[in-house]
Nanobody
């Protein structure tokens, strides 16, 4: 069964850190680029960070650049999002998604130009004091 399982969300104080994980099963993750997206009620879905299938190219939203780091471990079918210096405006449901990378750039994927092939269930991140 094809599945993406996300974990690592929770409640954290401003300035704190969280590390999100996305584990794939039922398919080979290194066949896909991976993106982290977030959704807040009343706002459009935002591409947070994306990484190419082999990890040689990344993209970050301006709002998180310098604070978040995306990485992947293809041997373990896993992608991580390290989130540091968290702010209240980072509060959202974070989703992991995979996209076929053929003739596509990570920038285009993070801008929402392509519909992902698979989505994870989402994990809640709440930044509050």
């Amino acid at each position: 069964q094809v599945q993406l399982v996300e974990s690592g969300g929770g409640l954290v104080q401003p300035g704190g850190s969280l590390r999100l994980s996305c584990v794939a099963s039922g398919f080979t993750l290194d066949d896909y680029a991976v993106g982290w997206f977030r959704q807040t009620p009343g706002k459009e879905r935002e591409g947070v960070s994306c990484i190419s299938s082999v990890g040689d190219s990344t993209d970050y939203a301006d709002s998180v650049n310098g604070r978040f780091t995306i990485s992947r471990d293809n041997a373990r079918n896993t992608v991580h999002l390290q989130m540091d210096k968290l702010r209240s405006e980072d509060t959202a449901v974070y989703y992991c998604a995979v996209v076929s990378p053929k003739r596509r750039t990570v920038q285009g994927i993070c801008r929402g130009l392509y519909e992902p092939d698979y989505w994870g269930q989402g994990t809640q991140v709440t930044v509050s004091s």
